[in-house]
């Protein structure tokens, strides 16, 4: 398991990251398109900020022991990335520094054994509380990629990429079709993950980044190095 103070050093840069690419864009920048089909920066930008809102969320109700879910209704999230997409860059820029900063004030003032605390995820799965700096992890550096300003997935760290790998290969392994079984690998002596159950298995390997962007669709296979057919993958989140 990755150190709390590990994930939250991760979210912290990303953060970071981010407010650094949105400051030197253009105002019309933000109602272009993202990467993300169907969404505007603006989109992109408004989700990233009510995400941390809804993470302070959980983290208050492992604070609490009080029931406080990430969102009040299943609607809320589309209807609030709705109503914020066409601000004003200026305020969209105010608003993710202002989400962040709450975001890393909750976290800091979380106990110990608050850490330990069970909370339930928007896809209602209960997890520990010491999980919740990872959900804003993924938030922060794969939407400064879809922003489309220039970064690309080799601007994660390599642990943080691979951290990445584990996760979503683990998420894929049980939707992927009975005849997938791949072991993944990245250069640098991070290790090796298995993708589904099935035997023989092919082998995919390259730079942590660059596994990562194609678990998660945000690229193809052109970095990575295989063994055989790479398998077919689910669409992830």
Known sequence: MIPVGTLLGWAEEGQRRLEDAVDVLPAPAVAEPSALPGWTRG?????????????????????????TPMYDSPDQRGADIEAGAGRALAEQRADLRASGEQFAKAARMLSDDAWQATVTSGQGREIQASEVPWLRVREVWLHLVDLDVGVGMEALPPELAWALVEDVAGWMTSRVGADTGAELSADGGHGTVVLGSATPRTTVSGPPYALAAWLTGRSGTDDLRGTGEFPKLPRWL
């Open 43 to 67: 989109h992109l930008l408004t989700h990233l900020a009510r995400n941390a809102d809804a993470l302070v969320n959980l983290l208050t109700w492992a604070a609490t022991d009080v029931r």
